[in-house]
């Protein structure tokens, strides 16, 4: 890659010079976790390649819908390349439900806008619930360690029920209501029932939201791989991760209650264990970049 040449007087932030200064181009993440799982657990070894930094070290504002700005700032104000990986999730956000619950992976939008690449998991975290790793973090973290011999049965009893409160939380979003509600405990049997009689108090457009959103959801089910461990990546697609691990720490009774994304990136570390989608996505940049 061809090195920036210019002079410090054309740069209006100590961040630009600094960029310049390492001829990095940059990888934008969503937020400081992000940015911590790439650079010291999954791809420490691309530190000579890439910069990686959250949204928020570019322009104001985090998150998904940042990434975007981020990576047009750093291009069109910077001068600095960058390209920008955020979750599936973004489609949660946009209530773009087709996007979000697209089934045929070469038919998923995976480039969201100039230069930003949508991972294929619902978030960040969801790379780290390997299904074969799954029971060591039960083993080191439940109250019961015996708890650990069926961690990824569990885990698709968390998913069932959270696929039954799908169609729910798309109304909420619809109509503005924000909630981080998991309904821990409440098998999927009674999170079905507590969601269709919540949604009578919704308007008419999130309930047609509601039915849209139920139909995806079910015929996501209905494509299911039925090995235990492929059905559970493939849920991963399409579950919200953080009521996942929510709905585990509790049915679980796990004691990482505050960070356990932590536990189950040692894990991963010590494994040496990467998210596939986003190695090959970097060494596709990296290959760009090397002859730009």
Not at 34 to 40: E, N, R
Not at 244 to 272: E, G, I, N, T, Y
Request: glycine letters at 4%; charged letters at 30%; a negative charge.
């Amino acid at each position: 890659m061809s090195g920036n040449v210019a002079s410090f007087d054309e740069f209006s932030s100590d961040r630009q010079i600094a960029a310049h200064a390492a001829g990095l181009p940059r990888i934008v993440l969503e937020g400081q976790d992000d940015v911590w799982l790439f650079k010291s657990i999954w791809f420490p070894d691309h530190l000579a390649r890439f910069d990686f930094l959250p949204a928020d070290d570019v322009v104001r504002g985090a998150g998904c819908t940042a990434v975007p700005h981020a990576v047009e700032h750093s291009r069109t104000v910077d001068g600095i390349p960058a390209f920008g990986i955020v979750d599936r999730d973004v489609y949660f956000r946009e209530k773009d439900w087709n996007a979000l619950y697209e089934s045929d992976d070469t038919a998923f939008p995976a480039n969201k806008s100039e230069g930003v690449f949508v991972s294929r998991l619902w978030e960040v975290e969801a790379h780290l619930l390997q299904p074969d790793l799954l029971e060591s973090w039960v083993m080191g973290c439940a109250t019961n360690p015996a708890a650990s011999g069926r961690a990824i049965e569990r885990s698709l009893e968390q998913c069932d029920a959270l696929f039954e409160a799908a169609p729910y939380f798309a109304a909420m979003h619809h109509d503005g209501v924000k909630s981080e509600e998991s309904f821990a405990s409440v098998d999927a049997a009674k999170v079905r029932e507590i969601c269709d009689r919540r949604l009578e108090d919704l308007s008419g457009e999130a309930k047609g939201h509601a039915a849209d959103v139920a139909a995806l959801v079910d015929q996501i089910r209905s494509l299911a791989p039925t090995p235990l461990p492929e059905r559970l990546l493939w849920f991963l697609r399409f579950i919200d991760t953080k009521r996942l691990l929510a709905r585990l720490r509790q049915d679980l009774k796990l004691d990482d209650h505050r960070h356990p994304h932590r536990v189950l990136a040692a894990l991963m570390s010590s494994a040496a264990r990467k998210p596939d989608e986003f190695a090959e996505h970097l060494e596709r940049l990296a290959a760009e970049t090397a002859s730009a």
